[in-house]
Nanobody, 115 residues
Framework: QVQLVESGGGLVQPGGSLRLSCVAS????????MAWYRQAPGKQREWVAT???????IYAESVKGRFTISRDNAKNIVYLQMNSLKPEDTAVYYC?????????WGQGTQVTVSS
């Protein structure tokens, strides 16, 4: 079955950086668009970034210029490099993909930006 496992979250000061990773299994990874989403306390889950199967990157305006999504098809991993972090980036970050009309998510990794 499809399994997505995120890691790399933590506590970081404003202006700092983190790199999130998501390992995928149960899919032909190279054929799938992969995305990162986030959900802050009391808010709905919001889309952050997508990398297509041909490595075209798309970003939400709120993270453009600060976050970079990338993928390693040999390792079935999608990354989210987050720089110049702000307190408003605090959220649980999820990676996701769609297969056969169904959406799949990992368990999420907590990112907290605070001094």
């Amino acid at each position: 079955q499809v399994q997505l496992v995120e890691s790399g979250g933590g506590l970081v000061q404003p202006g700092g950086s983190l790199r999130l990773s998501c390992v995928a299994s149960g899919i032909i990874f190279r054929n799938n668009n992969m995305a990162w989403y986030r959900q802050a306390p009391g808010k709905q889950r919001e889309w952050v970034a997508t990398i297509t199967s041909v490595s075209i990157n798309i970003y939400a305006e709120s993270v453009k210029g600060r976050f970079t999504i990338s993928r390693d098809n040999a390792k079935n991993i999608v990354y989210l490099q987050m720089n110049s972090l702000k307190p408003e980036d605090t959220a649980v970050y999820y990676c996701g993909t769609r297969l056969g009309g169904s959406d799949y998510w990992g368990q999420g990794t907590q990112v907290t930006v605070s001094s």
